[in-house]
């Protein structure tokens, strides 16, 4: 079956650009989770959904930074004024609700990031 | 709060060789999930394992092992027979009770020399 997807897989934007970034979670898949990887770190966390709604944006480093899903599905990083900074992978992860009956849905399956190299 | 530490930055290893993966992890919470996730220079994330905080019996799955030891809080991972294709940044990583914080090691890369 397919699996999360993201796009753009690159972008390069200039300083002060606003740039989106789009998941396309696993079908059925409630939960949704975004991160941020710098270069040679572990993924960070920074925001969370279960289906449209927003339940954690803890991770989200400034507010200049914006998640939404609005029907449940398919997720948008938003991303304003950006700067350099925010040069990273963003990795988007899904997996099936999370409850202790049913522990395979604590297992987040990741899609293959998306760079972004701020200039 | 959580954390998870992987001590060792860098492995490098011959093919055929055994190697071990650190991770030891910090919580509060009694219930609690811990992973390993596969990083390959393509950059996608690859589940390998979950465990169950309640459940401390370890797991073989071909080549892969992983000892978990509550005691020492610790989740330690053995490729036996390592193989170039092993070659990647491995992570730890440890999801609280209530599944929404997913909190990562700062990562292993092991290479394996042919």
């Known amino acids: 079956g397919a699996g999360v997807s993201q796009s753009p897989r690159y972008k390069v934007a200039k300083r002060g650009q606003d740039v989106a970034l789009r998941c396309d979670p696993i079908s059925g898949h409630v939960s949704l989770f975004w991160y941020q990887q710098a270069l040679g770190q572990g993924p960070e966390f920074l925001t969370y959904?279960?289906?449209?709604?927003?339940?954690?944006k803890s991770g989200l480093p400034s507010d200049r930074f914006f998640a939404e899903r609005p029907e449940g599905s398919v997720s948008t990083l938003k991303i304003q004024r950006t700067q350099q900074e925010d040069s990273a992978v963003y990795l988007c992860a899904s997996s099936l609700a999370s409850t202790p009956q049913n522990p395979r849905g604590y297992e987040q399956y990741f899609g293959p990031g998306t760079r972004l190299t701020v200039t | 709060a959580q954390k998870v530490t992987q001590a060792q930055t860098e492995i490098s290893v011959v093919e055929k060789e055994d190697v071990t993966l650190d991770c030891v992890y910090e919580?509060?919470?009694?219930?609690?999930?811990l992973f390993w996730y596969k990083q390959p220079p393509s950059g996608e994330l690859v589940f390998l394992i979950r465990?169950?905080?309640?459940?401390?019996q370890n797991e073989i799955s071909g080549r892969y092992s992983w000892n978990f030891q509550k005691s020492t809080s610790s989740f330690n991972f053995t490729i036996t027979a390592s193989q170039v294709v092993d070659s990647a940044v491995y992570f730890c990583a440890l999801s609280e009770g209530n599944g929404q914080n997913f909190v990562f090691g700062p990562g292993t890369r092991l290479s394996v020399l042919p």
């Open positions: 919580t509060r919470d009694t219930t609690y999930y």
């Open positions: 959904f279960q289906n449209e709604a927003q339940l954690d």
């Open positions: 465990r169950n905080s309640f459940d401390e």
